[in-house]
């Protein structure tokens, strides 16, 4: 019984979820910039901030001019900013936004909301 309470927990989250994703303030996202933006709040949030070649590299959100573009994207509907270091200012690193961050906190509490029914 407790596999079934799981399954529909996460389908419940699906749901509010894709309620949360229709919202006219969130930005919409294609599978492979949600895949992208995922990926560097993942690493952002463990400490690790990407570099644009370091992000060009991720094999999960395409080849590397699919993400270059898509990392465009996500640029202009204010997900993600792209910094100089100040150490090294050829460098540039990918960071989450504000934006992006609220995003994820609205999944977040359609997760707390899945496991509480």
């Not at 995922?38 to 395409?62: C, D, F, P, Q």
Request: one cysteine or more; aromatic letters at 6%.
């Amino acid at each position: 019984m407790a596999k079934k309470q799981l399954v529909d927990a996460y389908f419940r989250f699906l749901n509010l979820a894709q309620a949360v994703q229709a919202l006219p303030s969130v930005p919409k996202l294609d599978a492979a910039e949600e895949r992208l933006l995922e990926a560097l709040t993942a690493a952002w949030h463990a400490g690790r901030t990407l570099t644009v070649t370091e992000t060009m590299a991720l094999s999960a959100a395409g080849a590397p001019a699919t993400v270059h573009r898509k990392l465009t994207r996500l640029k202009e509907q204010g997900l993600v900013s792209v910094d100089e270091t100040s150490a090294d200012l050829r460098i540039k690193t990918v960071v989450p936004t504000r934006k992006a961050l609220a995003y994820f906190e609205q999944l977040a509490a359609c997760l707390d909301e899945a496991k509480k029914r």
